[in-house]
């Protein structure tokens, strides 16, 4: 397992820009792929976006694509999420997390949790 800390987040009116970061430590490794979920008050946590650590795989859900983009630096052992285009329902708290040997975005399967960060976006 490796330990992660989101930051980044806070409050952006509409159609503006946030750039969340998610920072590894302890154990880790180029297999470990990272993957962003949020969490709207009331709703179930959701996949938002997915990238392989040793790779440039990246995978959206619908709701995302083409405004978000995520990437890493694995020099820095970082994630970033650069969110354009924010819309109120992106408002959330938003995760980051990590998995080794998994493709796919069933937060299930996803063991290495940061603390989440929250993001707002107003009207």
């Known amino acids: 397992q490796v330990q992660l800390v989101e930051s980044g987040g806070g409050l952006v009116q509409a159609g503006g820009s946030l750039r969340l970061s998610c920072a590894a430590s302890?154990?880790?490794?180029?297999?470990?792929?990272m993957a962003w979920f949020r969490q709207a008050p009331g709703k179930e946590r959701e996949f938002a976006a997915r990238?392989?650590?040793?790779?440039?795989?990246?995978y959206y859900a619908d709701s995302v694509k083409g405004r978000f983009t995520i990437s890493r630096d694995n020099a820095k052992n970082t994630v970033y999420l650069q969110m354009n285009s924010l819309k109120p329902e992106d408002t959330a708290v938003y995760y980051c997390?990590?998995?080794?040997?998994?493709?796919?975005?069933?937060?299930?399967?996803?063991?290495?949790w940061g603390q989440g960060t929250q993001v707002t976006v107003s009207s």
């Open positions: 997390a990590a998995v080794r040997y998994y493709s796919g975005t069933d937060p299930h399967r996803f063991d290495s």
């Open positions: 302890g154990r880790t490794a180029s297999s470990y792929a």
């Open positions: 990238i392989n650590w040793s790779g440039v795989t990246t």
